[in-house]
Structures are given as C-alpha cells and as structure tokens.
C-alpha cells in the first residue's frame, strides 16, 4: 500500500481508506448502506490491515454515533496499528446547541466521539460541512485548542467551497492556529466539478484532497448497464444515494469506455475507476466502502497497478463536462492562468 503526505503535513496515509458509514445500520437512512455488526466490522478492518489500508473513516451522524462505537470495538487492542477519521458539525439531536460548529458543540462532540471510539485521540478530526452561523474565528480557534489539547493531531473539513476554505486558511496563518491539512470532498469520474475550484486551490495551498463518494454512490460500480434493469439492492434505487442520478447517455458512453479499459486491464470497472482517481493531483487517499468481505476485496484490488497516460486520456475525454461561468471562461485564458485547464500535469 502507498502512502501520501496529507496536505502540507508530515502526516502520512494509505491512497485507500476504509469508510465505515455502513457500520450499525441504526438508522432507516443508513441501514440502505449496511448494517454490519461488530464481527463483520472487525473481519473487515483485519482485512484493511492485511492490505495495508489502515486509514477508518467515520462520523458522528453514521448511523447517530453507533458507526463510532462498533469501529471502537473493532480496533480494541490494536489502536496503535489504525488511523481514524471522524467528523462533526451536522445535527445530532433535537437540542437546539448539538448541531454547528461552535465552540460548544464542536468540544461536546469531540468528546463523545473519543468515549464511542474507545480513545483518548482522533487523528484526523474533520468538520462534515460549513457552519456560516458560527463565525470562523470561534471554529477555528476551537479546533486549534483541541490540536493543543492533544485530543486531536490534524484537522480536515469537508464539503467546503473554494471561498470556505480559503477564508479559514487565512485566519488560521494570521493568528498561527492549526490549518486545515485535508479536505474531503466528492470526487468521481461523472462528479468532476471538484476540479473547477477546490483542486486549484488545493494545489496553490497544499491542502490534501481525501475523496468520498469515488464510485458515485454505486453508479460506477459496474453493475449500471444500458438497457438493463437497475440493481435493485444499490443505494440508488432505496433513496440513499450522492448527488444527480445522471444516469443519461453520456453516463453509459463513459461506462463503454471503462468496459474497454477494464478488458485491456483485466481489472473491474470499479477498481479503474478507482485507480483513475489516485492518478489525479492532490489526491491523497480515496475512501472505499464495502457491505461485505467480497466489495472490500475487490475494491482493494485498485491499488498495485496504474493506468496508462492513453487510458487516463480515454476516460478524461469521455468524462469531461463543460463546466459553468467563471470557470469555461477561465479556460479561455490558461496562458495566464494554466489551472484553469482540465488536464493537470
């Protein structure tokens, strides 16, 4: 397994995490991503392990805290083998303070996410979405006094905009807080706006790009074909989906080609899929769910190889979108400002 610097950090992790939404199926939203128990969960984790992939992902709001604690009790006597993610923001609770990212609510759920996790650190702790309630200040120099603490060894965010990002990077440098190092965002081949803005700034600011949603909520699968029935156990089809179906004709053109890629390599759609993102820039780690050992495996399998220059082409043109103003403008103009371009050397 090859391990990438997270951001400007001398923090290391696997290009492969394992993402644990589908631990507990607690509740009717989740229990259509998985449900597995703690045996399950734990024969996953030591098969992330044997792999190499020692990176869990999780969050408060999976399944209401019951992901937490079943990857607590999955890494019991081997905390020091495993990394764990976990985030905060979304609400938990019908009290009108455990929701944000306020000072209050942001220590509040560190320490429960701690007692649930059976530690006494996190090492990436990730706010889940922007709070424009709470000024950034508070946020920021909160998250910082938890990096002090010792609670916490980095810090992320997730689903920013660029303006998000930035502002919070710049008040971090003017009062020498804790920056954020990662930014998990979604990120797939039918899901490339990330591009447009966040990767530009990703690369100008050294902040480490952890991807979810890689397969785009199954659709990259595999298991979508023109003119066949839609798999009627995929997250799609029970309402749990990520984002536009976009399930169109430029959808199965992009499939006929990962087909053909997939048959040169002798690898699945998915694990092409996967192994395109890894060749993106800024790309530090891509989160890998699975339902059961088989998933798990398969999507293991998109590490040890690369695509060719000639294949990642292929796939970048059959998956290219335009993109909206500022940024087809901005392509007009890449002498100047060559980040504008959708190719990234």
């Not at 009062?175 to 490339?192: E, F, P, T």
């Not at 290219?320 to 007009?332: A, D, K, S």
Request: hydrophobic share 35%; proline share 4%.
């Amino acid at each position: 397994m090859e391990f990438r610097h997270l951001g400007a950090s001398g923090f290391k992790v696997p290009v492969l995490s394992f993402g644990t939404a589908t631990f507990g199926g607690g509740t009717d939203f989740f229990r259509k991503w998985g449900s597995s128990d703690v045996a399950e969960a734990s024969r996953l984790v030591d098969i992330c392990l044997e792999a190499g992939a020692n990176l869990f992902d999780t969050a408060d709001v999976y399944s209401r805290g019951l992901s937490e604690e079943i990857l607590g009790q999955a890494i019991t006597g081997r905390r020091d083998k495993v990394l764990i993610s976990t985030k905060s923001t979304f609400r938990m609770s019908d009290e009108p303070n455990d929701v944000g990212s306020s000072r209050h609510h942001l220590i509040h759920a560190c320490e429960v996410s701690l007692r649930r996790l059976g530690t006494d650190y996190i090492d990436i702790y990730t706010l889940h979405g922007f709070d424009a309630q709470t000024p950034l200040e508070e946020t920021l120099r909160t998250l910082d006094d938890l990096v002090q603490s010792g609670k916490v060894r980095y810090i992320g965010c997730s689903n920013f905009s660029g303006w998000h990002l930035m502002k919070s990077l710049a008040i971090s440098e003017k009062y020498g807080w804790a920056r954020y190092v990662a930014h998990q965002a979604s990120y797939s081949l039918i899901g490339r706006e990330y591009e447009w803005e966040l990767m530009p700034l990703a690369l100008d600011q050294k902040v480490g790009t952890i991807v979810w949603g890689p397969l785009a909520g199954g659709r990259l699968s595999g298991k979508f074909r023109r003119d066949q029935p839609k798999p009627a156990d995929s997250r799609i089809e029970q309402g749990a989906g990520e984002g536009p179906t976009q399930l169109d004709e430029r959808f199965y053109q992009l499939i006929d080609v990962l087909d053909e890629i997939a048959a040169e390599t002798g690898k699945t759609v998915a694990q092409v899929a996967l192994n395109w993102l890894l060749q993106r820039p800024t790309v530090v780690s891509v989160i890998i769910g699975a339902r059961n050992e088989d998933q798990l495996r398969q999507n293991l399998g998109a590490v040890g190889w690369n695509l060719t220059q000639a294949q990642i082409i292929k796939l970048d043109t059959a998956s290219e979108r335009e993109p909206i103003y500022p940024y087809w403008h901005q392509r007009g103009f890449t002498e100047r400002n060559p980040l504008a371009s959708p190719v990234y050397k």
